[in-house]
T-cell receptor
């Protein structure tokens, strides 16, 4: 059973368009991270959210943590080809042992010029 | 070198071979992790080491054997692998044992023939 469901699995858009990807779970997380992974590389941490309802902005990327800390979204404004990559969410369980994290399967985003 | 490095970047091995993957972190972190990444599946946490002590073992088959000689180095010893073990193996590190902000290496692409 996959604890973190990411949707959509694949998203292809034109440069300049906006997009939103989602990360949902029935479990509560004490924190949630978003990573971006490019081909041939490991994931790179983009942001960590810890408070229910929290919104963080990183240039054109806006991250939101759900009030109940069970879901999160990533919104990209005016996407650029450099935003292409696999976006992964990861959650730290509240009841699990420390150091153990659950990852989603990812959303593959392709931004074409 | 900076960050987290992994060698080799690519490895092809037969089912009867023995090989080792190496990871080195230059960040002064105290915890290190091994993950398995298969296509369209969530990252699977395999092992966690904190201050050179193994603190997590996620029911990984014994044909995978980790070793952490010091806080900067992590190895994954492989023997008698199966074709389904073919995947990208990622190493990560974090500042503290309870840290959810992990820094990943580029991975080793393993193919078992």
């Amino acid at each position: 059973t996959q604890l973190l469901e990411q949707s959509p699995q694949f998203l292809s858009i034109q440069e300049g368009e906006n997009l939103t990807v989602y990360c949902n779970s029935s479990s509560v997380f004490s924190s949630l991270q978003w990573y971006r992974q490019e081909p041939g590389e490991g994931p790179v941490l983009l942001v960590t959210v810890v408070t229910g309802g929290e919104v963080k902005k990183l240039k054109r990327l806006t991250f939101q943590f759900g009030d109940a800390r069970k879901d999160s979204s990533l919104h990209i404004t005016a996407a650029q080809p450099g935003d292409t990559g696999l976006y992964l969410c990861a959650g730290e369980m509240t009841t699990d042992s420390w150091g153990k994290f659950q990852f989603g399967a990812g959303t593959q985003v392709v931004v074409t010029p | 070198e900076t960050g987290v490095t992994q060698t080799p970047r690519h490895l092809v091995m037969g089912m009867t071979n023995k090989k080792s993957l190496k990871c080195e972190q230059h960040l002064g972190h105290n915890a290190m992790y091994w993950y398995k990444q298969s296509a369209k599946k969530p990252l699977e946490l395999m092992f966690v080491y904190s201050l050179e002590e193994r603190v997590e073992n996620n029911s990984v088959p014994s044909r995978f054997s980790p070793e952490c000689p010091n806080s900067s180095h992590l190895f994954l010893h492989l023997h008698t692998l199966q074709p389904e073990d073919s995947a990208l193996y990622l190493c990560a590190s974090s500042r503290g044992a309870v840290s959810y902000e992990q820094y990943f290496g580029p991975g080793t692409r393993l193919t078992v023939t």
